[in-house]
DNA sequence: GACTTGACATGGA
DNA sequence: CTCCATGCCAAGT
C-alpha cells in the first residue's frame, strides 16, 4: 500500500524490501523466479538489480526463500563478493529437486514459478 | 557530491 | 547461443 503521505526514506526503502521479500515469499518450493519477475511483481519493472541489493541486507537470518530468485539467464548469479552463498543457494535449491546441471544451468522452461496474477488473463 | 560497481533485464548484431 | 550497448537504482569510494 503505498500511502500518499510523505514517508521518510528509511520508510520507503524499507517498504520496497518488504514488498520484495513478500514477492519472493510466494514462489513455491521447487520453483524458481528471476530478479526481473519479482521487480515486476511489486510494480518496479526494469529495477531487478535493487531486487539483488534488497536480498542481500537480507540473506543470513532468512525466513525467505532467497535461494528461489535466480537470473534471467536460469543460472544462479555467482558472484566473488557473497562469500560463498551462491554454493550454498544452489545446494538449498538442489534439496528442493530442482535439476541443475555442471553448467549452473536450470531449466526455466520447467521450474519457472508462474504467479497467479496474470493466470488466463492473455 | 560525482564516479564506479553490482546477486539484472532486454534488444540488436 | 554469445557478445555488446543501454536502462535502472542503491551503495561504496
Known sequence: MVSTGRL?????????????????????????????????????????????????RLCLPSTIPWHRVINAKGEVSMSISREGTDWVQIDLLKREGVFIDQELKIQLRRYLWKPDLFKDSE
Open 8 to 56: 521518510n526514506d528509511m520508510t520507503v526503502k524499507k517498504s520496497f524490501d518488504l514488498r520484495v521479500y513478500e514477492a519472493v515469499s510466494q514462489i513455491p518450493s521447487g520453483q524458481v523466479a528471476t530478479y526481473g519477475q519479482i521487480a515486476e511483481l511489486i510494480g518496479a519493472y526494469g529495477c531487478a538489480r535493487q531486487i539483488g541489493w534488497s536480498l542481500k
